[in-house]
Nanobody, 123 residues
């Protein structure tokens, strides 16, 4: 089993920045692909960015050029640096981890989920 705990969310003004962190514990040796998803009220959960074991990344079109995902396997951490935040980025952000080397963009890749951290961007 793997446990994921997110931190770093909060309230920020439009144009500001936040850095989300996700700490993994448990059987972390089995983790392959990791990702950040988000879910806004009344909307489906959507992929924000993902990163493979080898460091290949995939960002949603809505965050390209603004958000950067990274990982530190020695520390069992994954990060999401969010710059130039917009009100439409407001959502609960979830960390996800998968044991299988599946596609970053497939929900089926991810076996484990954190409880989420709230990000609110004011206009």
């Amino acid at each position: 089993q793997v446990q994921l705990v997110e931190s770093g969310g909060g309230l920020v003004q439009a144009g500001g920045s936040l850095r989300l962190s996700c700490s993994a514990s448990g059987n972390t040796d089995c983790i392959s692909t990791m990702a950040w998803y988000r879910q806004a009220p009344g909307k489906e959960r959507e992929l924000v960015a993902g990163i493979t074991e080898g460091g290949t990344t995939n960002n949603a079109d809505s965050v390209k050029g603004r958000f950067t995902i990274s990982r530190d396997d020695a520390q069992n951490m994954v990060y999401l640096q969010m710059n130039s935040l917009k009100p439409e980025d407001t959502a609960v952000y979830y960390c996800a981890a998968g044991q299988n080397r599946g596609a970053i963009t497939s929900r089926l890749t991810y076996n484990y989920w954190g409880r989420g951290t709230q990000v609110t961007v004011s206009s």
